[in-house]
């Protein structure tokens, strides 16, 4: 009689890895994409800073790359964003250099900025980095009007515990992943 071993749980980053290699379906990436957009603009709405100088940068493509993703993007007279036209030639591209999602994720858990190539317009790169560097999305502020201060706060405080249990898992996984 023959017996089955038990096959052992795949780790995360085992599982990342089969689904990097993964090509979601164009109408998922295109929903995501618009979903991205208005997260954007939400947080560009609340910054009139910030929507002073994407007016100032009207109409100028900018392409973030990312992998096998593309969005292409232009800001509106209203200084928010919009996708331009799917033939513009970007006037500043932003690849986000690590391929790697388990990396990116990492980086970003750290609290520190993912590795870019930035190519095009000296002005407009400015621009998009005072953009990165200063505008935050209050989650807090945006979930207390839907249900409240108290509860925003203990949603938000248990979200940073989990990122904070996240980072104490990154070293182990990044040392699984290299071993």
Known sequence: MRMNRPRSLPTPSSL?????GLQPPAWLVDELQNRCILL???VLGQEPEAMDRLRRQRGKPLLVQWGRV???LQ???AGLLERASPNATPELTV???QTDPWDLVSTVAKGAKPAVDVRGDVQFAAEVAWLAENVRWD???DLSRWIGDAPAHGLVSMAQRAVQAVKGFLPKASAERGA
């Open 16 to 20: 990342l890895e089969a689904l990097s």
């Open 95 to 97: 690849t986000l250099t």
């Open 40 to 42: 954007l603009n939400h």
């Open 70 to 72: 593309n969005l292409c």
């Open 75 to 77: 800001a509106t007279a």
């Open 139 to 141: 989650l807090e502020e």
